[in-house]
């Protein structure tokens, strides 16, 4: 039985964290929450960093999560611009990085995230480097993108994932130069392989970006600290007054690592290794979002999930499992991008070799279709393009393992929902 003089602690001030919070207050708990933020902001929501808010269609108000007012008006004890440097499991207790402050907890959840991984070459120094993960970062990058449009500028941006091509679609409409560095065959080759991985790119080329397939970065040129160029390990160079490094994100799992906390290895997202109930390896610590690697009974492994929706859902499914109450965390992974005047949402699990074909439902060409990936008839994930009110039932074709008459899949005519 949780009573009110219980402390639950919450790392990490992002989506997870700021959901968890509100959840543990919605659910009745009246002890002390404590949300530790490592940003001055107050908690945000990252999808329009590369999205509304970089395009200028969104103020900067919109990402937050809560007004201000709601974390005092809820008796949420807010630490913005702080740090965790320890944890010591036998004491139950966090340490602060900048003075050293105990604070002692009953039920800890780390929310701790992801953070850009980082080009491991010359030049990376050079002012106009940039990642983009957190708000000042966007706030930065979308300067830097009206004024490459003013001035008809030049950015490269290494690696043609969700963030890289987002940004190169903000790139464009603000009027810059784009150039992709990939080093696979297609952009997003690892999450959709070949055969919609050139959906995205021919997109990108209607609309003048350039790419460049299986070439590295290998150096950023530069003069007085400005970027001048970048080259490539075939011996180009490209033009650049900027570069985005865009290679991925890797979970923030030191704190977890240090304090003894078992952690999954590099092929099961190498995340903070966690329950179905979200526990870690210490059954009075949790982890959810980016940094939670979860066994998904659907697809038999563990997964790391980076998308909004698992900081969405996770937060709160932690919140609740730290009250004591029967959690099993085994959502449908989804997510969705918005690029020019295509709408995507994706939904499921199908890395390259898990399936054995690809099904499309409408007209690939046009960018109005549903893509499902299949393996022996059942659907592993499917991806609707400017296709709408259709998340439900491909969740539900996945969830159900039913197998499906593929013709009837790719029909158009055929209801979804009776395929299940």
């Known amino acids: 039985m949780v009573d009110a003089d ?16 509100e959840t543990l207050r919605a659910e009745g708990f009246s002890g002390r929450v404590i949300l530790i933020c490592d940003e001055r902001d107050h908690p945000y929501e990252r ?18 999560v809560h007004e201000p007012a709601w974390y005092a008006q809820n008796d949420v004890e807010l630490h913005l611009g702080q740090t965790v440097d320890h944890i010591d499991r036998a004491a139950r207790t966090v340490r602060f990085g900048d003075d050293g402050t105990l604070v002692r907890y009953d039920k800890l959840l780390l929310a701790t995230g992801a953070e850009p991984r980082r080009l491991d070459i010359p030049g990376t120094d050079l002012a106009g ?26 950015l490269v941006i290494a690696g043609a994932g969700w963030i890289g091509l987002e940004v190169a679609a903000a790139a464009r409409t603000y009027g810059a130069e784009v150039t992709v560095i990939e080093p696979g065959p297609t952009p997003l080759h690892g999450v959709l392989g070949p055969e919609l991985g050139n959906v995205f790119a021919e997109l990108h080329r209607e609309h003048g970006v350039r790419f460049h397939f299986g070439v590295s970065l290998t150096e950023i040129i530069g003069q007085d600290g400005m970027v001048l160029a970048a080259r490539t390990d075939d011996g180009e160079e490209h033009p650049a007054h900027d570069v985005l490094a865009a290679i991925g994100a890797a979970p923030r799992v030191g704190l977890a690592e240090t304090a003894g906390l078992e952690i999954a290895d590099r092929a099961h997202g190498g995340g903070v290794v966690v329950d179905a109930r979200l526990r870690t390896s210490d059954p009075d610590i949790y982890a959810a979002g980016d940094v939670a690697s979860f066994p998904h009974g659907l697809f038999g492994t563990s997964l790391r999930v980076e998308h909004w ?43 390259p070799g898990s399936y054995d074909q690809v099904v499309i439902r409408g007209d690939a060409g046009k960018r109005e279709f549903i893509a499902f990936w299949v393996r022996q ?35 158009p005519h055929v209801p979804l929902e009776s395929l299940a």
């Open 6 to 21: 219980q402390t639950f602690v919450i790392v990490g001030g992002g989506l997870a964290g700021a959901k968890a919070a």
């Open 47 to 64: 999808p329009p960093l590369s999205k509304g808010y970089l395009l200028g269609k969104e103020e900067r108000d919109s990402v937050f």
């Open 129 to 154: 480097v940039h990642h983009l993960r957190r708000l000042a970062h966007a706030e930065r990058l979308k300067g830097v993108l009206g004024a490459l449009g003013r001035d008809n500028g030049h």
């Open 309 to 351: 929706a698992n900081a969405l859902n996770g937060g709160p499914a932690a919140a609740r499992s730290m009250l004591g109450q029967d959690v099993r965390y085994d959502r449908v992974p989804y997510f969705f991008t918005d690029q020019y005047d295509l709408g995507m949402e994706y939904s499921g699990w199908a890395p």
């Open 377 to 411: 008839g059942r659907v592993l994930a499917g991806m609707n393009v400017n296709v709408w009110d259709v998340t439900e039932p491909i969740q539900r074709l996945i969830s159900s393992r039913a197998v499906v008459d593929t013709d009837a899949l790719a029909d």
